[in-house]
């Protein structure tokens, strides 16, 4: 068990490490999960993936806050909008299976990483498209669409999270990842409510994942802010490319 325990705190390490720069730390964590506990339930392995995760998501979206200009008051309603969702992306899933989206995803993907590479200056400058309410309603659009996919599916919403922001909203790659982990906070947080209540939560393992994802989560997120939108950018590319192997390795040869 102090083995198992050991393996998955690694990973909880680099996954708050990647979701605190750029999102997608599940890339990470939940095969190490899944293949630590082969024997669980998947519904208990997600349970606690994200009851350890919320604590370096939390960490992050403190540092952000103090260091990153944006209109907190505006996107605190697309951040319950985003926990609305993943609550009910959660609900749904125990009713419908999702593996129409397994096959898609990877494709969505690529398209991403594709337009992100094709656009060598996009999220490089901080330049908002909307202001006020305009802002607020986008914002919201975006955060209960992704939302509702974390709680339904859940790989790579951070990096969906952090292109729409950049892509439709005009914002560079760190006031998104900044975004991005405030939205994250609360589609976790609504998912942990769902999944302790149906008793599928291992508190025990989620407090040590816990302990190590804030330690990445730290390291993550002062590196993003020592070296801004380029680095952020450059993790983003990676992480999306290895989310779009490993989506296709589950979808379509696993």
Request: hydrophobic share 55%.
């Amino acid at each position: 068990m102090l083995v198992d325990l050991a393996i998955v705190a690694l990973a909880s390490l680099l996954a708050g490490f990647i979701d605190a720069v750029a999102g997608g730390g599940g890339l990470v964590l939940t095969p190490a999960l899944f293949s630590t506990f082969p024997n669980a339930a998947p519904a208990t392995l997600m349970g606690s993936n994200k009851a350890a995760a919320i604590w370096g998501t939390g960490w992050a979206t403190v540092q952000y806050v103090k260091r990153v200009s944006l209109p907190w008051r505006r996107l605190m309603p697309a951040a319950v909008l985003a926990g609305l969702g993943s609550f009910t992306g959660a609900w749904v899933l125990t009713m419908v299976s999702p593996d129409g989206l397994r096959k898609a995803l990877p494709l969505v993907l690529l398209a991403v990483f594709l337009y992100t590479l094709a656009k060598k200056d996009l999220g490089r400058e901080h330049r908002p498209r909307y202001a006020g309410r305009a802002e607020a309603l986008v914002a919201g659009g975006i955060a209960l669409a992704v939302g509702f996919y974390d709680g339904f599916f859940g790989p790579g919403t951070g990096s969906f999270f952090v292109f729409l922001f950049v892509r439709v909203l005009g914002y560079d790659f760190l006031h998104a990842s900044a975004t991005a982990k405030l939205m994250n906070l609360l589609t976790n947080a609504f998912a942990i409510m769902l999944f302790a209540s149906k008793g599928h939560v291992w508190w025990h393992v989620a407090a040590v994942m816990a302990v190590t994802n804030v330690a990445g989560s730290l390291l993550g997120t002062r590196l993003a802010l020592k070296h801004g939108a380029g680095f952020v950018r450059g993790v983003f590319i990676v992480v999306v490319g290895a989310l779009i192997l490993k989506t296709a390795f589950d979808a379509f040869i696993k």
